[in-house]
């Protein structure tokens, strides 16, 4: 299916996986442009598999893809991606399911796809923002951001951000097999490697929002992941 694919990873989103894919595929229905939203389900004991097995049953712009256990956002994220290039798609977007990113932004990035190969959704550039993070969470993502931008000197604001739209190209060309982070690192080290390759990466600003139900997945370890893999990313580079 040519068109944009809207990749959902979830790990028990029992609580917002329905009305997130409700909200969203107006959403994507009025870019005119073909469109499925993949659901990539780690086994979440919650019964999120299951909501998303009755969606897909309901709506045709569905489909789900299971996998047995919990491996991370980055497996997930590249088992959707392989789908969706094997499928034909010439836009593949990144979004939580836990209302961060809000659907209503969804039109916005794709548009600016048509003049970018990769359209972060930024935090961190003018009109951009977080609502209701505490301060400690507000230090993280900025110090992590600011890190990460010196140490690998590139000139993108929010590299760690998770919502994302990808021209097929990108993905064609940075060796997805190669890539190893999660977390955090997972999305520095997709934007860095499609930086390094001479793409074009455009930001627009998002507001982005405390999750709407359910439990964070963010340990300490996929920070400190994240920390440590960013030198080695710049030395790999
Ligand atoms: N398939 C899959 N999805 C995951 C995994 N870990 C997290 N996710 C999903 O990835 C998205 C982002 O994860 P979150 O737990 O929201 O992590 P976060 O957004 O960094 O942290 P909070 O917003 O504080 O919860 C959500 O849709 C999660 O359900 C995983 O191991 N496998
Ligand atoms: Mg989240």
Redesign the pocket.
């Known amino acids: 299916m040519p068109g944009v694919w809207l990749i ?6 029992a609580d917002n996986l329905e009305a997130l894919v409700r909200a969203v595929l107006p959403q994507l229905e009025g870019t005119g442009l073909a469109h499925t939203v993949l659901v ?3 086994g979440s004991p919650d019964g999120t598999g299951e909501i998303a097995d009755r969606l897909a049953a309901d709506l045709s712009p569905v489909r789900v893809l299971h ?1 047995a256990r ?4 980055g ?2 994220y590249l088992a959707g991606f392989e789908l969706a290039l094997d499928a034909g798609a010439d836009l593949v977007m990144e979004m ?3 209302f ?1 990113h809000d659907p209503r932004d969804v039109p916005r990035l794709i548009a600016a796809a048509g003049a970018a190969d990769l359209v972060l959704g930024s935090r961190y550039v003018p009109g951009g923002g977080v609502e209701n993070w505490g301060l400690r969470r507000r230090l993280l993502s900025r110090g992590g951001c600011a890190y990460a931008r010196v140490l690998l000197g590139v000139p993108v604001r929010d590299l760690t951000g ?1 919502f994302k739209c990808f021209n097929r190209r990108v993905l064609e060309a940075i060796d997805l097999a190669d890539v190893r982070a999660d ?1 955090y690192a997972f999305q520095i080290e997709l934007t860095y490697r499609a930086v390094r390759a001479g793409f074009r990466v455009a930001e627009v600003p998002i507001l982005f929002r ?2 709407r139900d359910g ?4 340990t300490a370890r996929v920070t400190l992941e994240a920390v440590w893999k960013v030198p080695t990313l710049r030395l790999r580079g």
């Open positions: 959902l990873p979830t790990y028990n989103e990539v389900d780690d996998r919990k491996q991370g956002l497996r997930a939580d399911a836990d961060s998770g977390g405390e999750r439990a964070s997945k963010m």
